[in-house]
C-alpha cells in the first residue's frame, strides 16, 4: 500500500493497471496454498480459536500501515452495507467452511468448496463492463476438472446422513466467497485500508464463537507460535488485502479461473513438508489446473 492520506489513495489505485492489479491478487492465491500447511503446524488449536488469533493479526497487519498515513483510518468510515459485505465474506466463508470439515468428510468438503472460482467467473459476467470470453469458461473448466482429480482419489463411496450437513455448508461456503469477491468489485471505491476493519470484526466474532462452542488450547512449543504468526501475517493477513486489490482492480475472470492453483499448490507445499505424497493424479491435476491458468489469462499473457 502506498504511503499517502487516504484522500489521495483512490487516485493512486485509479492509475494501477489491471495487469499490475491481477499479479497482486495472484500473490493471494500463493500465500493462500500456504495455509493447509501451517494449520497443520499449529497443532490442535481449536478451529475458531486460531480464526480469531490469526485475523487479529490479520488485522494488525492492515492497520501498521495507518501509523505513517494516520488518515488512512477514517476509511473504517463505511455505509453498513460495506460491513454485511466484508465481515459477511471473511467471517461467513471461515464459519461455514470451519462447519464443514467438523461433519464431512474432507475430500468431499474441499471439492465442493473450490466451486468458488468456478462461479466467481461466472459471475463476473453480471458486472458492469465485464464479458465471458470462450477462453475464461474453457480455463475455469479445466481448472474444474484438475480440482476434481487432485480431491478424486480420496473420496469415499456414499455419504453418511450425519455428513449432509457439512457438504451442504461447504456448497454454501463456495457461494459466499464468490459473492464477496465479485461483490468488492462493485463496491471499487471503497479503499483497501477498510479490510483491516473486517479482519478485526471477524476476529472478535470467532472469538465469542469459540468462547460457546470451543475449548481453549494454547500453542505448547514455539514451532506452534511461529506458525500461528505466520498464517496471520500471510494467509489469513496480507493475502486478503492482495486480494481485495485484485477484486477491485485487476481481471477478476483470470484471478477466478487462476483460482484453481489453490488446492495443487497446497498440496504441493504439504508434500514438501512430509504431510502428503506424490502422485500421478496430481501430476495430472497440475497440466489441467496449469494449463486452464493460461488459457484463461491468455489475453494478460500474451497482450502486446
Not at 461466472?122 to 480455463?139: K, N, Q, T, V
Not at 496430481?282 to 489469462?297: C, E, M, N, P, Q
Request: glycine share 10%; net charge positive; proline share 5%.
Amino acid at each position: 500500500m502506498t504511503e499517502c492520506s487516504t484522500s489521495s489513495l483512490l487516485p493512486i489505485a485509479d492509475t494501477m493497471t489491471s495487469r499490475t492489479a491481477t499479479l497482486i491478487g495472484l500473490t493471494a492465491i500463493l500465500m493462500w496454498s500456504l495455509l493447509a500447511a501451517l494449520t497443520v503446524a499449529t497443532g490442535t488449536i481449536p478451529a475458531f480459536q486460531l480464526a480469531a488469533m490469526t485475523f487479529a493479526i490479520g488485522a494488525l497487519v492492515g492497520s501498521l500501515a495507518w501509523i505513517r498515513r494516520p488518515d488512512a483510518i477514517k476509511a473504517l468510515r463505511q455505509p453498513l452495507m460495506v460491513w454485511i459485505v466484508g465481515v459477511g465474506g471473511l467471517f461467513g466463508y471461515h464459519a461455514l467452511y470451519f462447519l464443514a470439515l467438523r461433519f464431512a468428510p474432507p475430500a468431499e468438503a474441499g471439492l465442493l468448496n473450490y466451486l468458488w472460482p468456478l462461479l466467481i467467473v461466472l459471475f463476473s459476467s453480471l458486472l458492469p463492463g465485464e464479458r465471458l470470453a470462450p477462453h475464461h469458461m474453457i480455463g475455469a473448466l479445466l481448472g474444474l476438472a484438475g480440482t476434481v482429480l487432485l480431491f478424486a482419489g480420496n473420496s469415499g463411496h456414499g455419504f453418511a446422513p450425519g455428513q449432509i450437513p457439512g457438504l451442504v455448508a461447504a456448497f454454501i461456503a463456495a457461494f459466499v466467497w464468490a459473492a464477496y469477491s465479485v461483490l468488492s468489485r462493485k463496491l471499487k471505491s471503497v479503499p483497501t485500508d477498510a479490510v483491516a476493519g473486517f479482519c478485526l470484526a471477524t476476529a472478535l466474532l470467532a472469538a465469542a464463537v469459540h468462547g460457546i462452542v470451543e475449548v481453549t488450547v494454547w500453542p505448547q512449543t514455539m514451532a506452534q507460535w511461529l506458525a500461528i504468526m505466520a498464517l496471520g501475517v500471510g494467509p489469513v493477513g496480507a493475502a486478503f488485502y492482495a486480494w481485495d486489490i485484485g477484486m477491485k482492480r485487476g481481471d477478476i475472470r483470470v484471478l477466478g479461473a487462476a483460482s484453481y492453483a489453490t488446492p495443487l499448490l497446497s498440496t504441493g507445499f504439504l508434500i514438501m513438508a512430509g504431510f502428503a505424497k506424490l502422485s500421478v493424479a496430481i501430476a495430472i491435476a497440475a497440466v489441467l489446473i496449469a494449463g486452464g491458468g493460461l488459457i484463461a489469462a491468455k489475453d494478460m499473457v500474451w497482450r502486446r
